[in-house]
Antibody, heavy 119, light 106 residues
Framework: EVQLVESGGGLVQPGRSLKLSCAAS????????MAWVRQAPKKGLEWVAT????????YYPDSVKGRFTISRDNAKSSLYLQMNSLKSEDTATYYC????????????WGQGVMVTVSS | DIQMTQSPSFLSASVGDRVTLSCKAS??????LAWYQQKLGEAPKLLIY???SLQTGIPSRFSGSGSGTDFTLTISSLQPEDVATYFC????????FGAGTKLELK
């Protein structure tokens, strides 16, 4: 059974940093692109970052480019999201998701972790 | 950037009804459209990918159609457990989600 479990969320002040983690199990992690997707309170979904199987290629929308960094450790079956210079508009539930197909869509999602950016 | 527009925003229907949700892309996305179901407090669940391919384990009352810019998700006979918000996602050029359709029971 595919499982994705996020951790590392919490309350952080504007301008500070936070790192999210996602522990994957139930599939061969190194064979899949992975992604982060977020959802602001009572809002829709927004793609945040995608990483290739080896980690050599990463992709971001303009809203987070230069502030967020996605990375992975295939030996640990873990995905990460380093978030710097956080803004109030980054407040959201962050989901780790497995990428499938080509071009890719997200087929399995974690339960999400809440990040609140507030002073 | 590709924009995705879902309609209606809210839909109220009765058990057993045939329900149709719409998703329109601002430009051609070929067949690369997915549908998700999100129940309150839960993560999204993949229903359909590549416009009309049913994800493993999803009931056959769910079906998808369309190509290019216009897509539809159909629930052939609405069940109480289908109450949820439904999102579309274009996966032709990176990923863009629609704003969602909230489906309620009448």
């Amino acid at each position: 059974e595919v499982q994705l479990v996020e951790s590392g969320g919490g309350l952080v002040q504007p301008g500070r940093s936070l790192k999210l983690s996602c522990a994957a199990s139930g599939f061969t992690f190194s064979n899949y692109y992975m992604a982060w997707v977020r959802q602001a309170p009572k809002k829709g979904l927004e793609w945040v970052a995608t990483i290739s199987t080896s980690g050599s290629r990463t992709y971001y929308p303009d809203s987070v480019k230069g502030r967020f960094t996605i990375s992975r450790d295939n030996a640990k079956s873990s995905l990460y999201l380093q978030m710097n210079s956080l803004k109030s508009e980054d407040t959201a539930t962050y989901y780790c998701a497995r990428h499938a197909g080509s071009p890719g869509y997200n087929d399995y999602w974690g339960q999400g972790v809440m990040v609140t950016v507030s002073s | 950037d590709i924009q995705m527009t879902q309609s209606p925003s809210f839909l109220s229907a009765s058990v057993g009804d045939r329900v149709t949700l719409s998703c329109k892309a601002s430009q051609n996305i070929n067949k690369y459209l997915a549908w998700y179901q999100q129940k309150l407090g839960e993560a999204p669940k993949l229903l359909i990918y590549n416009a009309n391919s049913l994800q493993t384990g999803i009931p056959s009352r769910f079906s998808g159609s369309g190509s290019g810019t216009d897509f539809t998700l159909t629930i052939s006979s609405l069940q109480p457990e289908d109450v949820a918000t439904y999102f579309c996602l274009q996966h032709n050029s990176w990923n863009t989600f629609g704003a969602g359709t909230k489906l309620e029971l009448k």
